[in-house]
């Protein structure tokens, strides 16, 4: 027969205690009980466990091998009832997202800071990737959210509005384009042009820019990521079309960043998988991270949910 949790506990405390009344008040019950679950233990052990000495109970050598393996039993639940407690307090835990390049670069490394400095022990793991991929891995609950760049092709996830922001130029100093405060996909036809891939957001929007400008685009380098667009811009080799979110934190006196025109709006968006509920400590950061956009907003950058940044 096997002994219950409850006789293992009441076996741990005798052995501990040495005695019937020590166990009951580490246990809180009374001594008949703990009395009478030791003999318990006895039966369905099938041998004696407890052998009185000099008016204590001292554990026979049956007894005596299994102590070790009691306490890691007992220490393994404490330690999940920490656990719990700091979950409770959201103090514990993991989080993982997936983000583009840009996003995981610039906003979220502010919010995970933030995050970190109250929440220590909470681990927060960031796999970047391009937008298709973190599309499929809310989808396919791999992360607790995403971040991504907007438009989507197709997605099957709960979509929060981060922020939003203009599509911007960078050239060179040296660009013929420098002095200029804004350009359109007309301006862009005298210099080579780095642009994304048209199955990407950024490319998406580039495209439909040059189509309603009635101007055929022709691009000279593509890239899947704005900081390789931007390096290829600081060595002079063209001009490229990005969002804004990248110059949040990688301000540079060899880029120059031009006006648009007209406008093409990007946006930045969380995705949470559509079955899944958050963790707390997932929310609190989530939050962290919709507080540091309306920061960027302040910044003249972009433009959030709870309000719009006009030039």
Not at 232 to 245: M, N, S, Y
């Amino acid at each position: 027969m096997s002994l219950s949790f409850r006789q293992l506990e009441v076996m741990r405390a005798v052995i501990r205690s040495g005695s019937i009344t020590g166990a009951a008040d580490v246990l809180g019950i009374s001594q008949p009980a703990v009395s009478m679950m030791v003999r318990q233990c006895r039966n369905a052990a099938g041998f004696p466990l407890f052998a009185r000495r000099k008016g204590r109970l001292q554990p026979t050598p049956e007894a005596a091998w299994l102590i070790a393996d009691l306490d890691r039993v007992f220490d393994g639940v404490e330690r999940i009832n920490r656990l719990i407690d700091d979950m409770r307090v959201s103090n514990a835990g993991a989080i993982h997202i997936a983000a583009t390049p840009t996003l995981a670069e610039n906003m979220l490394p502010r919010a995970v800071a933030l995050f970190q400095r109250s929440r220590p022990n909470v681990r927060v793991t960031i796999h970047t990737m391009d937008n298709f991929s973190v599309v499929d891995h809310v989808a396919q609950e791999h992360v607790d959210f995403g971040m991504a760049l907007s438009p989507f092709m197709h997605i099957d996830a709960r979509q929060i509005l981060l922020c939003s922001a203009d599509l911007i130029c960078v050239v060179n100093p040296e660009s013929p384009l420098a002095n200029r405060a804004s350009v359109t996909p007309k301006d862009l036809l005298s210099v080579p042009l780095i642009s994304f891939s048209k199955t990407l957001p950024l490319g998406m929007l580039a495209e439909s820019a040059f189509r309603k400008a009635g101007v055929a685009m022709r691009v000279a380098q593509e890239v899947n990521q704005s900081s390789v667009a931007c390096a290829l811009v600081r060595e002079g080799a063209g001009a490229a079309i990005i969002d804004p979110f990248w110059l949040t934190e990688n301000r540079d006196a060899r880029l120059v960043a031009l006006k648009l025109r007209p406008r093409v709006e990007i946006t930045a968006q969380v995705l949470v998988p559509k079955t899944a509920t958050l963790s707390r400590p997932a929310r609190i950061l989530l939050s962290i991270l919709e507080t540091v956009a309306r920061e960027r907003g302040r910044d003249g950058f972009v433009r959030t949910a709870r309000g719009s940044k006009r030039d």
